[in-house]
């Protein structure tokens, strides 16, 4: 029998998401586009179609429908893999607030997700 890394299990649940979001380095000068496939209050899996930068401060920005930002917290990409057969490539993003402020966001869009789930396995 296989045995169980602890460090394999996630410390919150996630939650399919799909939006598109843009990560950018600290000083702007590198910016990535990508899809947020599922979203947790610890950090989010991403799909792109270039690799993004591992253990480098990102800043991840989700655009609201008026154009303001949805959602703005810092992180970082833990990993950044290309699944074999696949030109995309999957990165796993945890947060990393750096203010109060961003973590009331980050669990008010978590929450929201979850929300909408909800709501659709209800109807």
């Given at each position: 029998?296989?045995?169980?890394?602890?460090?394999?299990?996630?410390?919150?649940?996630?939650?399919?998401?799909?939006?598109?979001?843009?990560?950018?380095?600290?000083?702007?000068?590198?910016?990535?586009?990508?899809?947020?496939?599922?979203?947790?209050?610890?950090?989010?899996?991403?799909?792109?179609?270039?690799?993004?930068?591992?253990?480098?401060?990102?800043?991840?920005?989700?655009?609201?429908?008026?154009?303001?930002?949805?959602?703005?917290?810092?992180?970082?990409?833990?990993?950044?893999?290309a699944?074999?057969?696949?030109?995309?490539?999957?990165?796993?993003?945890?947060?990393?607030?750096?203010?109060?402020?961003?973590r009331?966001a980050?669990?008010?869009?978590?929450?929201?997700?979850?929300?909408?789930?909800?709501?659709?396995?209800?109807?």
């Amino acid at each position: 029998m296989a045995q169980i890394n602890p460090s394999d299990f996630r410390l919150y649940a996630r939650f399919e998401c799909l939006e598109e979001a843009l990560l950018q380095s600290e000083e702007g000068d590198h910016k990535f586009q990508g899809t947020l496939l599922d979203i947790g209050l610890g950090g989010v899996q991403i799909e792109s179609s270039q690799p993004l930068p591992t253990d480098t401060k990102l800043l991840l920005v989700l655009e609201g429908k008026e154009g303001g930002p949805l959602l703005r917290v810092h992180g970082r990409a833990k990993y950044c893999n290309a699944p074999q057969g696949s030109s995309a490539f999957m990165t796993g993003f945890k947060f990393v607030p750096e203010s109060h402020q961003e973590r009331v966001a980050i669990a008010e869009f978590v929450h929201d997700v979850f929300q909408r789930q909800w709501e659709i396995l209800g109807s």
